[in-house]
């Protein structure tokens, strides 16, 4: 039981480059979340989903779009990244007992 | 909008407990939480108390909830070197999002 795993652990990329960031959780929650970490902040929503199939905008969702084809994973993606989403990336997932499980993280830098 | 507030830095002797406070503003919450996390790595859960309790005690932690004041802390009793990390409060709205405190970064004096 992995629990929530996250790939890759570290990524630099170059504005204007896309990627795609993947979560994947093995305890058959319902719902996932992406998070982003920025110095001296708390953790901001930037996308969650309820269930396969959906998704949500959080509180700073622009600049990312999310996709949850399967109940186990949660991928999000960056189209043209941009040096303002230089951050640590977290994910997570809850399933009935309303706590979030953390995985360990992705440290994005964007030049 | 809701709102969790925390300090930023507490410093406390070893041996001592340490006592973290927050203060939120969502009346509706149902859960209240605290997550640990060490230098470079994940939040881990530390311990969770539903909003219809008064003081939930897990070995060296306590959390206090005052919901009148709408206030939590969490005390780690007997605090080692092993504690110092950031320690972040949240709490679950009614749709099961949660709302973030900043983070207290708990430095241990030897």
């Known amino acids: 039981n992995a629990g929530v795993t996250q790939t890759p652990k570290f990524r630099v990329l170059k504005t204007g480059q896309s990627m795609t960031l993947l979560c994947a959780q093995d305890?058959?929650?319902?719902?996932m979340y992406w998070y982003r970490q920025d110095p001296g902040m708390g953790l901001r929503l930037i996308h969650y989903?309820?269930?396969?199939?959906?998704?949500a905008k959080g509180e700073v969702p622009d600049g990312y779009n999310v996709s949850r084809l399967k109940k186990q994973n949660f991928l999000l993606g960056l189209e043209s990244a941009a040096p303002s989403q230089t951050s640590v990336y977290f994910c997570a997932s809850m399933g009935s007992t309303d706590t979030q499980y953390f995985g360990p993280g992705t440290r994005l830098t964007v030049l | 909008g809701e709102d969790v507030e925390q300090s930023l830095f507490l410093s406390v002797r070893e041996g001592d407990s340490s006592v973290i406070n927050c203060t939120y503003t969502?009346?509706?919450?149902?859960?209240l939480y605290w997550y640990k996390q060490e230098p470079g790595a994940g939040l881990q859960l530390l311990t969770y108390?539903?909003?219809n309790m008064d003081m939930k005690q897990d070995q060296r932690l306590t959390v206090l909830l005052n919901k009148k004041d709408k206030h939590l802390s969490l005390r780690i009793a007997d605090t080692q070197t092993g504690d110092s990390a950031i320690y972040f409060c949240a709490e679950m709205d009614s749709n099961y999002q949660l709302i973030w405190g900043a983070g207290t970064k708990l430095i241990i004096k030897p």
């Open positions: 989903s309820v269930g396969e199939g959906t998704t």
């Open positions: 969502d009346s509706s919450s149902t859960y």
């Open positions: 305890m058959n929650h319902e719902y």
């Open positions: 108390i539903f909003s």
